[in-house]
């Protein structure tokens, strides 16, 4: 009866292999304050508040409600916090566009390697693509954004458009999904790749010397495939359809893969990312379904 008890109060998304250290850190200082206050009052409440939350922190992950939103930014901010509760950084999604998403985030492989400054598969435009004013102002223009001075968001004629190329897209398996890559890419060569248990778009320029992949998840390939064909009806250049493609990700509500509702996290790698040593962890839409990152906002 204790043993099912404890099994059903479990939460096996904060504990065991998704155990988040910063998080159990955090939770565990918080219990040895709280027990160190009460010590004074009561050593008996003492004890017995410092055991129920060393259990709660054992079999739940955490004490206290909301802790991954808190304790990666509390851990961000300690002197070698990165490199005692971190691994290695997690490679986020590539994008279809010109610059391979080096604006938002690219996961680009050669050997193993992360890419360079200038992935193959996507010509080196960054310097000639529009900054984001121009882009903004371009994309409201062809009626693919509206802009009402306090709100970006869709028009509803490129909403439907592109969620309906999104919906067809979705059954499509990820072999189809890599040919009308091509389609809309700067890339010449497409194919799919299936590692740990995930499945990936990977584009290449297919230069003889080319090493180097981006690599696309699949809710981030039917986003922008989708919406790269939605946004051919609104612009007349390939260049600003994939932008558009890219920037709209930020607007999505459910993933376009599994349809699961999008939720709002960071990217540190304890509870979504990585954020690098000394840096506050930036906002960052993802899927809890897929755990794949979807978008991540500057």
């Not at 409600?65 to 990666?72: E, K, L, M, Q």
């Not at 060569?189 to 290449?204: F, I, K, N, P």
């Not at 304890?270 to 500057?298: D, I, K, M, Q």
């Amino acid at each position: 009866m204790r043993q099912s008890f404890l099994t059903d109060f479990r939460n096996p998304e904060h504990t065991g292999e998704n155990r988040c250290w910063p998080c159990t850190a955090v939770n565990v200082a918080i219990v040895g304050v709280a027990s160190a206050v009460l010590f004074p009052v009561s050593p008996v409440l003492s004890v017995v508040a410092a055991a129920v939350g060393l259990l709660l922190v054992v079999v739940r992950g955490y004490v206290i409600p909301g802790t991954p939103r808190f304790a990666p930014r509390l851990v961000a901010r300690l002197p070698g916090g990165d490199a005692l509760f971190h691994d290695a950084p997690e490679e986020p999604s590539g994008s279809l566009s010109p610059d391979g998403g080096a604006s938002e985030s690219d996961r680009a492989v050669g050997g193993g390697e992360p890419a360079g400054d200038d992935p193959p598969g996507h010509a080196d435009e960054s310097a000639e693509s529009p900054d984001r004013g121009v882009l903004l102002e371009r994309l409201v223009e062809a009626g693919v954004l509206d802009d009402d001075g306090e709100r970006v968001a869709p028009t509803a004629a490129f909403e439907e458009r592109w969620h309906a190329e999104m919906a067809e897209l979705r059954d499509a398996d990820t072999e189809a999904l890599a040919d009308a890559a091509l389609e809309i890419s700067p890339a010449t060569e497409s194919h799919a790749v299936r590692q740990d248990g995930q499945e990936w778009v990977a584009l290449s320029s297919g230069a003889e010397h080319a090493i180097e992949e981006t690599w696309l998840t699949r809710p981030i390939a039917i986003a922008e495939i989708g919406g790269g064909r939605a946004a051919a009806d609104f612009v007349d250049d390939d260049e600003t359809a994939l932008a558009a493609a890219q920037t709209c990700r930020m607007f999505l509500e459910d993933c376009p893969d599994c349809g699961t509702e999008l939720e709002r996290g960071d990217d540190a790698s304890c509870c979504g990312g990585y954020h690098g040593s000394g840096g506050v962890p930036s906002e960052t839409l993802f899927c809890p379904s897929c755990e794949a990152r979807v978008y991540t906002f500057e």
